[in-house]
């Protein structure tokens, strides 16, 4: 049990599809964070969310669309995606803006775009 | 700009010996170091940090890591490897500018044979 809960563990959809990626955790963090890992490559911040604001946005296209509706929930919709952008989605939390916190992760969402 | 170095992509080690995982990092101000885990199909766990004070910080499962100011390096070590331990290790630095930022590592693939 790590405290951070993704849903769906696995995703397969098509380029035209409509779909989301559910992240809840249940530490009582203040910040949420979207990764995506793909293989051999550095982790790649996504979007950041502190107290419900987004705060970062590392240059994502826009069919990546990140909702935070409140400090335990975030999501990424997900529209007219592209064969690249199958990956393994990481969502992860912390407590707040100290240098000290690490940061949660959840065990992610592996998507694949056919 | 901050950044982080895994120069190993996989590292191989007999069960029982000495491991090192290595890690070079560039930023601007101080330092925020930490190591994290990740299992197969699993989202990362944090092991250790550095933030201030002694050089040798300790973590989890008998993992430590020692940070050089003078190398711009924080190495992972453990005295006895396990096989247990086989996982994709990850190295972080935290922007000191922005604590909403955190930089990754491509990881380093650790294979602890029997």
């Known amino acids: 049990e790590t405290g951070v809960t993704q849903t769906p563990r696995h995703l397969v959809m098509g380029m035209t599809n409509k779909k989301s990626l559910k992240c809840e955790q249940h530490l009582g963090h203040n910040a949420m964070y979207w990764y995506k890992q793909s293989a051999k490559k550095p982790l790649e911040l996504m979007f950041v969310?502190?107290?419900?604001?987004?705060?970062e946005n590392n240059s994502v296209p826009s069919r990546f669309s990140p909702e935070c509706p409140n400090s335990s929930h975030l999501f990424l919709h997900l529209h007219t995606l592209q064969p690249e952008d199958s990956a393994l989605y990481l969502c992860?939390?912390?407590?707040?803006?100290?240098?000290?916190?690490?940061?949660?992760f959840g065990d992610g969402t592996r998507l694949s775009i056919l | 700009a901050q950044s982080v170095a895994q120069p190993e992509d996989q590292v191989n080690v007999a069960e029982g010996n000495p491991l090192t995982v290595k890690c070079t990092y560039s930023?601007?101000?101080?330092?925020?170091l930490f190591w994290y885990v990740q299992y197969p199909n699993r989202g990362l766990q944090f092991l250790l940090k550095y933030i201030t004070g002694d050089n040798l910080v300790k973590g989890s499962y008998g993992f430590e890591a020692e940070f050089n100011k003078s190398q711009t390096s924080f190495h992972l070590k453990k005295p006895s490897a396990l096989v247990s331990d086989s996982a994709l290790y990850f190295c972080?630095?935290?922007?000191?500018?922005?604590?909403?930022?955190?930089?990754f590592g491509s990881g380093t693939k650790l294979n602890v044979k029997p």
């Open positions: 969310y502190s107290l419900e604001e987004r705060v």
């Open positions: 992860a939390s912390s407590p707040g803006q100290g240098p000290n916190q690490p940061q949660h």
């Open positions: 972080a630095v935290r922007d000191g500018g922005n604590f909403n930022k955190f930089y």
């Open positions: 930023v601007s101000g101080n330092p925020y």
